[in-house]
């Protein structure tokens, strides 16, 4: 019950919601992405990710310096019910602001070198 608990926990946050549904629909960003489309410090966004890796509805892989989170390929039993029941429900919700920032950055960070994948990551299903 505790491990539900903490998922249940990591989405009573509109910021963790908002970061799930950039994750579901994008794949793999990097915590500068979610700086900048969601407009929050770094520590901030990275504190935010952590919450959603200890529930395991998120997990991390480093780059050099970089740090990227993606919807794991395998979660646990608790975490994958709640993201196959969360999927139909953020694939609706309106996040177009958010979206319009994301895509702003993603346009101006490809030509400045920052933070880049080496190998795009697919989206999970």
Not at 36 to 53: D, M, N, V
Not at 102 to 119: F, I, P, V, Y
Request: charged share 20%.
């Amino acid at each position: 019950m505790r491990n539900l608990s903490d998922i249940f926990k990591a989405l009573s946050d509109e910021t963790r919601l908002q970061m799930l549904a950039l994750l579901l629909r994008h794949g793999e960003l990097c915590v500068c992405d979610f700086v900048e489309a969601l407009g929050i410090t770094q520590s901030k966004a990275s504190r935010h990710l952590r919450y959603l890796a200890h529930a395991g509805l998120a997990s991390d892989r480093r780059e050099a310096v970089w740090v990227f989170y993606r919807i794991p390929a395998q979660p646990a039993p608790e975490p994958a019910a709640v993201l196959a029941a969360l999927r139909p429900v953020l694939a609706s919700c309106d996040i177009s602001t958010v979206e319009e920032q994301l895509t702003a950055w993603m346009d101006s960070k490809a030509n400045s070198g920052a933070c880049r994948s080496a190998a795009p990551r697919p989206v999970a299903s």
